[in-house]
């Protein structure tokens, strides 16, 4: 079995689907690297919602020989049609939360406990969040779904070298492949640790928004994109026409309309293991958050 | 494998037969049926559907693509070329159309993207140079194709005592089929017109 070593997966984007891509063709058909789950009865038939809605994205660290999957990397995206932005909300997942029906444990801890359902349970306990959508993909499909774009060019703010994740980069914008891109997303041997690793993961949706609307132009683009996601997604509880309206209306924000903010936390110790705990000011950043997926007062 | 290409060989058959059907009819000249009136009836004009991309999933066969052209063609009858040989508003389109798409015809400047109004009777004739859909479909990971886009060329020329034009009709319709129902659920289409010299009619 392989050592389980925390380390970690990512994420997905902005909207499943804009990670998913072209080359995507390449894989081979039947896989399933992302799981994209229906939380309520909410609908994104119509192009232009109008309500803020929010979503859950989570890197899980499921791969071959690996027993009890975790749900490690945790973004809510928060989207508001009126005014054409979104909010991504990153959770670090040492987090020290209360799980239900399990007690206080680390908020990745809730996938390994009660699979996708309960994780969204746990987190929107937390964060008092209602999401329309949650989607997840493992280790193994971040690489490839990034590969399968073209690469992401990420901007890097401080010097990284880091053996444990292969990460090695210089600041400034820097091109990334999957296998990098990974690297990137898991180093935690920075200014802020896992605090800061949870940031750096945000910035990676960005990107990957910003090289989807690159190449995504019409209803035809959109389409060559659900026709990969068909392929490599598991859905539960959502249609292609759901989907259709949500990435189209994904696709139509402009990345500088997207902040990128992490909650606010403080590192401790409980027992032997590392933690992260919610910094005061934390409840007030959610409130903000949820209640039109824009925050004004951080 | 065999099933993927047989798949691929059952929907070319499909839409060869649709597309030789279209094509006896495309660019049409005006018919010399009439309305219950006597008044001439509008020429018939119908999509050359020019290929289908399945976006490596199943590709759609006649159960799609036949009610899927059917609703296109009548999009063109009913918002276009009806209401272009009449001079008339064009009738009611709403059938066509979801609840959702339903909500942008409020919006003047959208609409006429959509549907032909406020020209002068092309009573004389209108012909095609082009009306051509490619499709673009993809099936569910359960195999059922519940959305298909059209991306539009038309290309039109209408004459009638009045009036002598170029009308290019351009863009993309995103259909979706509710139990088996098909219809136009977004919409993205550029419309431009460009009238031809044409001599003075006596006195007006």
Same mark, same amino acid.
């Given at each position: ?46 192009? @232009? ?93 971040? @690489? ?151 925050? @004004?007062?951080? | ?204």
């Amino acid at each position: 079995m392989i050592r389980r070593s925390r380390r970690f997966t990512i994420v997905l984007v902005v909207v499943a689907a804009v990670l998913a891509w072209p080359a995507l063709a390449s894989s081979q058909a039947g896989e399933h690297a992302i799981t994209v789950h229906k939380v309520d009865n909410g609908s994104f038939v119509a192009l @232009q919602p109008s309500q803020p809605f929010f979503l859950l994205l989570i890197g899980n660290d499921g791969r071959a020989g690996l027993e009890g999957i975790r749900g490690d990397a945790i973004h809510l995206v928060g989207v508001n049609p009126a005014n054409h932005s979104a909010t991504i909300l990153n959770i670090p997942r040492d987090t020290w939360v209360n799980i239900p029906g399990h007690g206080n444990e680390k908020i990745t801890r809730s996938m390994e406990f009660g699979g996708l359902q309960l994780q969204v349970q746990t987190i929107a306990a937390l964060t008092g969040v209602t999401f329309s959508f949650a989607v997840t993909t493992d280790f193994e499909g971040f @690489q490839r779904l990034v590969d399968d774009m073209g690469g992401l060019e990420v901007n890097v703010a401080e010097r990284m070298f880091d053996r444990a994740s292969g990460a090695d980069f210089h600041p400034g914008r820097t091109y990334m492949a999957g296998p990098a891109a990974l690297a990137f997303s898991r180093n935690r041997h920075l200014n802020g640790g896992d605090i800061a690793r949870t940031t750096n993961q945000g910035w990676l949706l960005i990107a990957a928004l910003e090289r989807a609307r690159q190449v995504s132009h019409s209803p035809f683009d959109t389409m060559r994109l659900l026709g990969l996601m068909s392929r490599h997604t598991r859905f539960e509880g959502v249609g292609l026409r759901d989907l259709f309206g949500l990435v189209s209306f994904g696709l139509s924000i402009d990345p500088a309309n997207v902040r990128n903010v992490t909650m606010p936390a403080t590192t401790g110790q409980v027992g032997k293991a590392s933690v992260v705990f919610a910094a005061p000011g934390h409840q007030e950043l959610f409130a903000d958050f949820r209640d039109d997926a824009i925050l @004004q007062s951080h | 494998m065999r099933r993927a290409t047989l798949a691929c060989v059952v929907a070319l058959v499909a839409l060869t037969s649709l597309t030789s059907c279209s094509k006896k009819k495309d660019g049409a000249e005006p018919s010399a049926s009439k309305n219950k009136d006597g008044t001439p009836a509008a020429p018939t004009i119908t999509f050359t559907v020019d290929g289908v991309e399945p976006n490596g999933t199943k590709p759609p066969g006649a159960d799609v693509l036949e009610p899927v052209k059917a609703v296109l063609d009548a999009y063109l009858r009913r918002a276009v070329i009806e209401p272009l040989h009449s001079g008339q508003p064009p009738g009611d389109i709403t059938d066509l159309f979801t609840a959702e798409a339903q909500t942008r015809f409020g919006d003047e400047a959208t609409l006429a993207t959509l549907v032909e109004d406020g020209l002068p009777p092309a009573s004389t004739s209108i012909t095609a140079e082009s009306a051509v859909a490619k499709l673009s479909s993809v099936a569910g990971p359960d195999g059922a194709i519940t959305l298909v886009a059209a991306r539009l060329d038309v290309k039109l020329h209408a004459v009638g005592p009045r009036i002598d034009i170029d009308i290019v009709r351009d863009g993309e319709l995103v259909l979706t089929s509710q139990q088996g129902d098909w219809r136009i659920d977004s919409f993205g289409l550029r419309t431009t017109r460009n009238t031809r010299d044409k001599p003075e009619e006596g006195g007006s």
